[in-house]
């Protein structure tokens, strides 16, 4: 069904890349362990290293779940926007083709939540 807007609707894009003062929103979730409902978002600069991405910024959140500390980031599967990927950890987002309002999903083989629950 087609919806018309009203005239003189104005559309106000909120979440544009020019409104987050040089960084960009990052989505990232962790499949899984469903105490998350929802994949997180962070605005992080372009120019930050997955590597700070991983030991910086995803611990503030996804670290009080206990199977955080347990996590083998050798064995970590990623996916960037449906694609599967291996990031340069020394390389930036952009770089790693981390865009505005992508998101990162991963997975820790082993790791299913509390006692296997997904949770």
């Known amino acids: 069904m087609a919806i018309n807007a009203r005239d003189g609707y104005i559309d106000l894009v909120r979440d544009k890349v020019e409104n987050?003062?040089?960084?960009?929103?990052?989505?990232?979730?962790?499949?899984?362990?469903?105490?998350?409902?929802?994949?997180?978002?962070?605005?992080?600069?372009?120019?930050?290293?997955?590597?700070?991405?991983?030991?910086?910024?995803?611990?503030s959140v996804f670290g009080y779940h206990p199977d955080f500390e347990k996590i083998d980031w050798d064995a970590v599967e990623w996916v960037l926007d449906g694609e599967s990927i291996s990031p340069a950890m020394d390389k930036s987002l952009n770089e790693n083709g981390v865009g505005h309002k992508s998101l990162i999903r991963f997975k820790t083989p082993g790791l299913m939540g509390f006692n296997g629950t997904r949770l």
């Not at 929802?38 to 290293?49: D, G, I, S, T």
């Not at 700070?52 to 611990?59: D, G, K, N, R, Y």
């Open 20 to 59: 987050f003062h040089g960084n960009q929103l990052v989505y990232v979730g962790w499949d899984d362990h469903l105490i998350f409902s929802a994949a997180q978002a962070f605005p992080l600069p372009p120019e930050m290293p997955f590597q700070a991405l991983v030991s910086e910024v995803m611990p």
